[in-house]
């Protein structure tokens, strides 16, 4: 469902709340989206607000229900979730995922999971986000000017495919991506199965560290899910690095390879 009318107001909740009651199958979740950053949302900014079934660990999460405001305006973003009562199923674990889009960028996502019992849910459900691109942001100047790179010219803005864990291959048809930021220390990128994105500090002398790293919670099957898992712990272990022509190693402490990836075409 696309909201014609944003922000959502609390008279339109409520609204909307006594709307869902008038229709035995058609239930409604409100509710807002907010991060704590200052930063203001471009007007081609896109949220999504999902009602999602995450009962199974071994396959992807089912959505049942979802607002898409666009254009997104300021947080706090209110939405509204229509569903039809007849796809909750007794036993099963339902959350809200949200989510706000540039341009197809993803921007700001819930780390933490929302849980909600569909067929009892009244009141306004709150969603914390966390920013996707940084861990911690720093916003624009005034006048509009970005800030020079925050990481070494041969990492900045470049886009890396896995290859190899330790010595082990990737998995076949698996695809987990690495890719840093171009104006400030982040990382991201796909792990397999999650978007995720994290922090990244590198030394003169070449050495990192890898922080704050989160991601979406959707399950998917279980070698992606292994990979993904492999790979955010290869991240957690690395401390240094190195570029031979198209390969970028990442190394740990003691110089072993924990993740070697290939260049790609940033995207």
Excluded at 130 to 146: F, H, K, Q, W, Y
Aim: glycine share 10%; net charge negative.
């Amino acid at each position: 469902m696309k909201s014609i009318v944003k922000p959502v107001g609390l008279a339109a909740l409520a609204a909307a709340l006594m709307a869902g009651s008038a229709f035995a199958d058609t239930l409604t979740i409100t509710g807002d989206i907010a991060y704590r950053e200052r930063i203001a949302l471009p007007e081609n900014a896109v949220a999504t607000v999902s009602l999602i079934d995450v009962s199974l660990a071994d396959a992807p999460s089912i959505t049942i229900g979802e607002d898409i405001i666009d254009p997104a305006g300021q947080v706090p973003i209110g939405f509204v979730i229509d569903f039809d009562s007849g796809a909750i199923v007794e036993g099963h674990s339902y959350a809200i995922a949200a989510r706000i889009e540039v341009d197809g960028e993803l921007w700001f996502i819930n780390d933490t999971r929302i849980s909600v019992d569909p067929l009892t849910q009244t009141e306004l459900v709150s969603v914390p986000l966390v920013n996707a691109r940084s861990a911690e942001p720093t916003p624009l100047p005034e006048n509009g000017e970005t800030t020079g790179a925050a990481l070494p010219a041969d990492l900045a803005g470049t886009a890396w495919l896995l290859t190899m864990l330790g010595d082990a291959p990737a998995a076949d048809g698996v695809e987990t991506t690495l890719i840093f930021g171009e104006t400030d220390a982040a990382l991201g990128g796909a792990g397999g199965c999650n978007s995720y994105g994290g922090s990244i500090t590198v030394e003169d002398d070449g050495s990192l560290s890898v922080s704050n790293v989160f991601s979406t919670m959707m399950a998917c099957e279980e070698a992606k899910m292994n990979q993904e898992h492999a790979f955010f712990d290869a991240l957690d272990m690395a401390s240094g690095y190195s570029i031979d022509g198209e390969t970028l190693v990442l190394v740990d402490d003691e110089g072993s390879a924990v993740a070697t990836l290939e260049a790609r075409a940033s995207e």
